[in-house]
């Protein structure tokens, strides 16, 4: 069985103290969990302070957002040897807040992540169709043309170095919850994407995450599902008992 990875995203949310002590709070509470890898992407100003909160502990540290250059010129931006320098395993990129909001698309995407993997870095790249995409039947399209276009170029051996995130846009911080058999799907096309592209040895070894209002309440319903390899959390990662919850969800 792939190795389930539970992973906090919070988003442009905490300050220095309350970031330090629920990355202090989830290391103690996650100390006992052996079966499965965690995560918490603090905002970029509070990764050392996480890092250090984290240290020895068995929760990884995740970015939430990086740009491909190497240094120079680029105002406001982060590099991949940064991220790496801070203590950094994970970065998510090509989240839809990014892609809808910043306007990222899919060859800025696949330029950050074949910049992040080339540093070592773990990229949890993000991809999910709008309401309109799915209520036009286009979920399946949308989300290949993502995966081609932000996976582009990466080797077998670089493919399995991926997370994936199935983040359905209507899910987000909406409450509205992919159904299980909803988001399965979408992780069946996306592992058959994996096959078709890779091979399937690859396809078996990538961990497809799903995002979007994930709860204690629907994680052991969503995270049963064959194709479902761990969660991307947003609004209930950013207390210890919820995100603790949803560990708690996993398949056993
Ligand atoms: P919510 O869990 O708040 O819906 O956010 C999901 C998400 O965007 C994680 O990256």
């Known amino acids: 069985m792939r190795r ?99 306007g990222e698309d899919d060859p800025l995407i696949n330029k950050k992540v074949l910049a992040a993997l080339a540093a070592g870095l773990a990229p949890i790249v993000c991809l999910g169709e709008l309401l309109a995409d799915r209520e036009a039947g286009r979920t399946e399209q949308v989300v290949r043309t993502q995966f081609d276009g932000s996976l582009a170029g990466l080797t077998p051996e670089q493919i399995c170095r991926v997370v994936i995130a199935y983040e359905p846009v209507w899910a987000i911080g909406t409450g509205r919850t992919a159904t299980p058999q909803q988001a399965e799907e979408v992780h069946l096309i996306l592992r058959r994407l994996l096959v078709d592209k890779y091979n399937g040895e690859a396809a078996n070894r990538v961990i497809i995450q799903y995002g979007g209002s994930v709860k204690p309440d629907n994680a052991v319903e969503l995270l049963g599902q064959p194709n479902i390899d761990g969660a991307l959390v947003g609004g209930a ?16």
């Open 4 to 102: 389930q990875l539970i992973a906090g995203n919070w988003k442009m949310n905490t300050n220095r103290a309350s970031a330090a002590a629920l990355a202090e709070g989830v290391a103690k509470a996650a100390a006992s969990i052996t079966d499965a890898d965690l995560a918490v992407s603090p905002p970029s100003c509070y990764l050392e302070t996480v890092g250090k909160a984290l240290r020895g502990s068995r929760v990884a540290l995740g970015a939430q957002n990086m740009y491909f250059e190497k240094d120079g010129a680029f105002t406001g931006e982060l590099s991949a040897a940064m991220l790496v320098d801070l203590g950094c395993k994970y970065v998510i990129l090509g989240h839809s807040e990014r892609r809808h909001i910043f």
């Open 237 to 252: 990662s950013l207390k210890v008992e919820p995100f603790l919850g949803i560990v708690a969800g996993r398949k056993r």
